[in-house]
């Protein structure tokens, strides 16, 4: 026997008529590329979406065209999203931040036909736009006053093109499974993969972090996403904020420390997501200025591990409830929020951040688990670790053209090259990258859990651990110290910081200072080249 309920496909562009139908007027404010603060609201960003899926009709466009964007978070960019979906075409977002030859590389793998991009990365894509053979139009976000000099007859003003379209459009309906979106993971080692998310994954991924124990978004919440829309699916905020009618504060270009404490104040942010180094920029800038934040809420930070000075930082000085957030562009990104379950609502103090370092719990759909090399469960005790697998309906089955394929398994569980540890009440704890794990000895040794250590140090502005061989252990940690300015931390203070708050054979075997770490295009540690840059480091007895 069926339901005899109604069939309605999921698709991305109801989410953007719910919000225009019963939030029309929420705002959405921006910190625009020109300059100055430009406002709208749901209602027209819609009726600009509308138009501009009509507009690339015109231009020939159709469902399964790949459309990239290389763009801030603006309204223009929310809008472009939105109307590439409407007509069932699939929005490419592309890491400025990446080397150029990659950028053209992954745009030919997915054979864009058209790029939205802001004044600000003009000068890539001039210099990439003839590698890429299947691109025929480059839109430029800004209006004909804007425009550079001398560009060719195919790069055009995104105002004027839109001008050329009125709104009288009706959305396209198709397949709710119809490819919605694309994002290539950064790929350190190998080439890129795509990732291909369908119109139904992207709508019950935002439905997902709209959970109370999630992102728990409201009509009455003003959320900013400093996190890039290019940087994993904007962890859904695209698409999670228009359907519980919150208004979106979209930084632009502004991504410094003064531009972000701006906009939190300024437009009365009540919920902010970015990666830790966005945040370590901003506390140090309230630092300086003795700033408040009075209006902010929450903080969910994520894609690295939120070392524990920050969450201590931000909830004991300025009074915002941090929420550690563990995801990957492979699961739309969202993995695991950490909420206070009711087990643990009875913690405070460095209690509740010892609870607070892990990444969380999943929320519905999401399933997990944590297994040995023979590919055996291990079990929830909160220690023991292992490789970290998921599954779901936002979870990638596949990457584009079927790159990876060993990483899936037959069912469907997905390997996410994490290592991590789940206690008994299901909070996930990630102890390293499998590649990055420290092997001492036949046991393991979690970089991350290090690294966070080191930063609690005060005179210690970032830290990265590597394993080096060792002729007796395999490999032993070492320790990659970049000072805060000023200050001139010894191995001996830092390794006597840590040596109580760790187990003995964890402690690094050395401490070298540098200048600088090397980050990856999302502002990751990048431990493939700090191991190139010290590959000639021996310890010393070795
Ligand atoms: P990219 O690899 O392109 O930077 P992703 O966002 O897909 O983009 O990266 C996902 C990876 O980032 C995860 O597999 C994990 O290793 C790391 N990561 C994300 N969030 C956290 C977190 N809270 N703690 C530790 N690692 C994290």
Redesign the pocket.
């Known amino acids: 026997m069926l339901g005899l309920m109604q069939d309605w496909p999921l698709l991305c562009h109801k989410v953007i008529d719910h919000a225009a139908q019963y939030h029309g007027a929420r705002e959405v404010v921006s910190r625009s590329v020109e300059g100055g603060i430009h406002r709208t609201n749901y209602r027209d960003v819609r009726n600009r979406a509308l138009r501009l899926s009509k507009r690339l009709e015109m231009d020939g466009a159709v469902l399964g065209d790949r459309v990239a964007t290389m763009a801030w978070n603006t309204w223009r960019h929310l809008e472009v999203w939105y109307g590439i979906l409407g007509i069932g075409a699939v929005y490419h977002t592309l ?1 400025p931040r990446l080397f150029p030859d990659q950028i053209a590389w992954i745009m030919n793998d997915a054979e864009d036909k058209i790029l939205f991009v802001d004044l600000t990365f003009l000068p890539i894509v001039k210099a990439i736009a003839p590698k890429v053979a299947s691109l025929e139009k480059i839109i430029v976000l800004t209006d004909a006053a804007h425009m550079p000099d001398d560009l060719p007859a195919n790069v055009v003003a995104y105002e004027d093109w839109l001008a050329e379209a009125d709104d009288d459009f009706a959305w396209k309906t198709f397949d709710e499974k119809t490819a919605a979106g694309m994002c ?5 080692t190998g080439d890129p993969k795509g990732v291909v998310y369908s119109h139904r994954s992207n709508v019950l991924h935002a439905m997902m972090a709209l959970q109370p124990d999630m992102l728990g978004l409201a009509a009455r919440d003003r959320l900013m996403p400093v996190v890039p829309m290019f ?2 699916n904007a962890w859904s905020t695209a698409f999670s904020a228009p359907m519980a009618g919150t208004s979106m504060i979209m930084p632009g270009a502004g991504m410094d420390g003064k531009s972000i404490f701006e906009m939190l104040t300024g437009e009365r942010v009540t919920i902010t997501a970015a990666v830790p180094t966005v945040w370590l920029m901003l506390l140090q800038h309230l630092d300086k200025e003795n700033g408040a934040l009075p209006d902010l809420e929450r903080v969910v ?6 070392p524990r000075a920050i969450t201590k930082a931000f909830q004991e000085k300025y009074d915002v409830t941090v929420m ?8 739309s ?1 969202l ?1 695991t929020v950490c909420s206070i379950k009711p087990e643990y609502a009875h913690l405070a103090g460095e209690e509740k951040l010892d609870i607070q370092v892990k ?1 969380g719990h999943p929320p519905f759909t999401v399933e997990m688990k944590i297994v040995d090399d023979e590919e055996h469960e291990l079990p929830w005790d909160g220690k023991t670790f292992g490789r970290l697998k998921v599954r779901g309906p936002a979870v990638s089955s596949a990457y584009y053209k079927g790159r990876g394929a060993e990483q899936f398994d037959e069912e469907l569980w997905f390997d ?3 290592v991590g540890h789940v206690d008994a009440h299901g909070y996930l704890q ?1 102890t390293d ?1 499998a590649k990055d794990v420290i092997k001492s000895g036949g046991e393991w040794i979690s970089t ?1 859990d290090l690294e966070n250590l080191a930063v609690g140090h005060p005179d210690v502005a970032e830290a990265a651990v590597i394993g080096i061989a060792h002729p007796k252990w395999d490999e032993r940690p070492l320790l990659v110290i970049v000072r805060k300015d000023g200050r001139e931390p010894t191995k001996e203070s830092i390794l006597a910081f840590m040596e109580d708050k760790v187990a003995k054979w964890w402690l690094p075997d050395d401490v070298v200072f540098v200048d600088e770490i090397p980050h ?5 540690i990048q431990k493939t080249t700090l191991r190139e840059q010290l590959k000639a480091y021996r310890f010393e007895a070795a």
């Open positions: 890491n290539y993971t950064s790929g350190t940087h994993a930070i994520g894609g690295s591990a939120c550690h957030a563990w995801g990957m562009t492979e699961m990104p993995g990444q996410t090259g994490d990630i990258r991350i990856t295009a999302t502002g990751k």
